[in-house]
């Protein structure tokens, strides 16, 4: 996994969801994740997976034993690491979105890679989210991938907006 993800996994701290800590589960720090952290000097992000850090050489040297999870602006970090031979895609989200991503379907291309789609993703309902909430009574609720986030203020007095791309702590 990512920094990112690695993040939002280590938050969630449930025993059953794996962390940068689990057996097995490794940390790549994309060149993009790397300026952020950079910018915003928040070097302890990077202390907190230093055990699990995965290296641009040990992808190339293995590329096998991986199973990443990958996001478009990883692609040119995974080429200039040399780990694409035999490299697959599984993607997850609507296709709609790899239909307009053109440098990401020229990237499969240049690289041979084949392309499984297995849609997973999916939007909730305001009253499913507030169904959600009510049962889990959270202490703050950060609303992701929206197109309004204003609107979800409405799902409760502890309702944090967050901009996209920012960093914070949990």
């Avoid at 940068?20 to 070097?43: C, E, N």
């Avoid at 992000?45 to 699990?52: D, K, N, Q, W």
Wanted: aromatic content about 8%; hydrophobic content about 40%.
């Amino acid at each position: 996994m990512d920094l990112y993800a690695a993040s939002v996994l280590a938050a969630v701290g449930h025993a059953r969801i794996p962390t940068a800590d689990t057996d097995g589960v490794r940390v790549f720090l994309p060149s993009t994740q790397r300026r952020q952290i950079k910018a915003a000097q928040a070097f302890g992000r990077t202390a907190e997976v230093r055990g699990a850090r995965v290296f641009d050489e040990e992808l190339r040297q293995a590329p096998g034993r991986f199973l990443m999870l990958f996001r478009p602006s990883m692609a040119r970090d995974l080429e200039r690491a040399g780990c694409l031979d035999g490299a697959q895609l599984v993607w997850s989200m609507w296709s709609g979105y790899l239909d307009r991503d053109e440098r990401l379907r020229s990237f499969l291309d240049a690289h041979s890679i084949p392309l499984l789609v297995a849609h997973a993703s999916g939007h909730a309902r305001p009253d499913d989210l507030r169904a959600l909430i009510d049962a889990s009574q959270p202490g703050r609720v950060v609303p992701i991938h929206t197109n309004d986030p204003e609107a979800c203020r409405g799902l409760g007095a502890n309702v944090d907006l967050r901009r996209d791309g920012e960093w914070w702590d949990v």
